[in-house]
């Protein structure tokens, strides 16, 4: 997350603020585990364990299933966006458009 500016509490209520492409970016670089281009449900729990610590990643499951919009059990590109909410819930940040 070295990248994502700053914006204090002008607004953002002192969240991160990144772009969705950022946001895309980050969670392909930091988080994509066997580099296939998705996030599995245990890649994402694992990023959430990091963002907020072990018990935060037990609620992440309904948000999962909501952002699987195909429920394939992956959030490829074309579902990264519904992890909007998510980020913001779970990873204190705020997604731009």
């Given at each position: 997350m070295a990248f994502m500016e700053h914006k204090g509490?002008?607004?953002?209520?002192?969240?991160?603020?990144?772009?969705?492409?950022?946001?895309?970016?980050?969670?392909?670089?930091?988080?994509?585990?066997?580099?296939?281009?998705?996030?599995s449900k245990?890649?994402?729990?694992?990023?959430?364990?990091l963002a907020r610590g072990l018990f935060a990643s037990w609620s992440c499951?309904?948000?999962?299933?909501?952002?699987?919009?195909?429920?394939?059990?992956f959030i490829d590109e074309n579902e990264v966006r519904n992890l909007v909410h998510f980020a913001d819930k779970h990873f204190n940040v705020k997604i731009t458009h």
């Open positions: 509490f002008n607004g953002h209520h002192g969240k991160r603020v990144m772009t969705v492409e950022q946001f895309k970016l980050w969670l392909k670089t930091a988080f994509d585990t066997n580099g296939d281009g998705r996030m245990e890649e994402l729990r694992h990023a959430v364990r499951d309904t948000d999962f299933k909501f952002a699987d919009a195909n429920h394939n059990g």
